[in-house]
């Protein structure tokens, strides 16, 4: 193990923090280090592996496209892009979908689209409005949108036209709003930002909000959506729509992809030559989102996420309950996290890890928990006892 992580430091970008593991193989909420130790995923490849590791409907759905053919470029038609359009579109509001490799292509694209609209139809504006603590990524673009300020100023100078406004601060948005205002760009649950969920008639008040001011509202659903928060898209349990939703993380199981999904008249904007990626709709990737859509679908998962979270908020608010140091129980679905009043947290996932327990530090005070939607009982059980124990010995 350590050898590859020795040759890990001499030949990549040294920019990203990683655990000092070496991941082989994984099972549903089960990953294998390169020395057989098994863990426990309740990080689940950041919101990316919906249905556990190496899903069998996913893996088997990929390699036989893999087989069939991997890759041809957007100068022909395929057809598993077609399906997963055909399914996303059936199953959201929205009307096209574009399809890209990352959730940071997603924004872009989103961003293209707005920015074409009121190029052609609001006489030139070009003004997004993001929120503070907002994640979308880290290409220029998307980082211009990006709320925090620190990953943002060491690549200035970004994009112009972006504006950020606190969360949940309805009167902030008003007041930020201008005549070069063309979109609302947000995610309708913080993720990156600390499980930030919005409060009662906030998102309703936003699309209101845009409504009147004939603003476009775009939410990143990127690690909202495929069912995370227990519905398929976030944005419902809030009873609004989008005009144009991102999407990404979860919807390939694991593969890389992206897409923008937006309503007619917005994607009719988008003309040959405006936009494209030569991986984007790759065969592989979109036949693995069919099959992770098939099997959410066919299996109802979403309840079965639903059961997962009410299961894992009860173990998570009797710790809330009785250790001091959890104040707080955050999130919806299976975007949860519990806030510790120290920063113990970096403490905290090395005890997990040393336990059998993946988790993540999203924030310096809050343990994010993001399982497979199908997450077992036990799983849930045994990350518990885990996490109560790290928690105990991390803060006592
Ligand atoms: C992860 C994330 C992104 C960026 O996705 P990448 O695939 O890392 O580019 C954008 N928005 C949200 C809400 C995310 O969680």
């Known amino acids: 193990m350590s050898d590859w992580i020795e040759r890990d430091s001499k030949y990549l970008f040294q920019n990203y923090g990683r655990q000092p593991i070496v991941l082989e193989r994984g099972e549903g909420s089960r990953v294998w280090d390169s020395e057989g130790n098994e863990y426990l995923d309740f990080v689940g490849g950041l919101a990316v592996t919906s249905l556990g ?82 994640f979308h990524g880290r290409s220029l673009g998307a980082l211009a949108a990006t709320g925090t300020a620190r990953y943002r100023e060491p690549f200035e100078p970004l994009p112009t036209g972006f504006s950020h406004v606190p969360w949940n601060d309805l009167d902030a948005l008003k007041a930020a709003t201008d005549d070069n205002t063309v979109a609302v760009l947000m995610e309708p649950i913080q993720g990156e930002g600390g499980v930030n969920a919005p409060a009662p008639g906030y998102l309703q008040g936003v699309r209101d909000w845009c409504d009147e001011n004939g603003l476009l509202l775009i939410l990143d659903e990127i690690q909202s959506g495929i069912g995370r928060t227990g519905t398929l898209w976030a944005h419902e349990q809030d009873g609004i729509e989008p005009d144009i939703m991102c999407v990404a993380k979860g919807l390939a199981g694991g593969l890389p992809i992206g897409a923008v999904l937006a309503r007619e008249e917005l994607a009719g904007h988008l003309v040959p030559g405006d936009h494209g990626t030569t991986f984007g709709a790759n065969p592989v990737a979109t036949a693995a989102g069919v099959a992770v859509l098939r099997y959410i679908f066919e299996n109802d998962v979403l309840a079965a996420a639903r059961r997962a979270s009410d299961r894992l908020v009860a173990r998570l608010r009797a710790m809330e309950d009785s250790l001091p140091a959890v104040t707080e129980v955050r999130g919806r679905g299976l975007l949860l996290a519990v806030s510790l009043s120290s920063e113990a947290t970096a403490g905290v996932v090395t005890l997990c890890r040393e336990r059998g327990l993946l988790v993540n530090n999203v924030r310096p005070d809050r343990i994010r928990l993001m399982p497979a939607l199908i997450v077992g009982d036990e799983e849930i059980d045994r990350a518990c006892d885990i996490l109560e124990e790290a928690i105990q010995l991390a803060t006592s």
């Open 53 to 134: 590791h190496s899903h069998p409907a996913v893996a088997a759905a990929a390699a036989a496209q893999a087989e069939q053919l991997i890759h041809v470029s957007n100068l022909y038609y395929t057809t598993p892009m077609i399906e997963l359009a055909e399914l996303l579109v059936e199953n959201s509001p929205l009307d096209r979908v574009f399809f890209c490799n990352s959730g940071a292509e997603a924004i872009e694209a989103a961003i293209k689209v707005a920015r074409r609209w009121g190029h052609d139809e609001q006489g030139g504006k070009h003004g997004i409005i993001a929120m503070q603590d907002g």
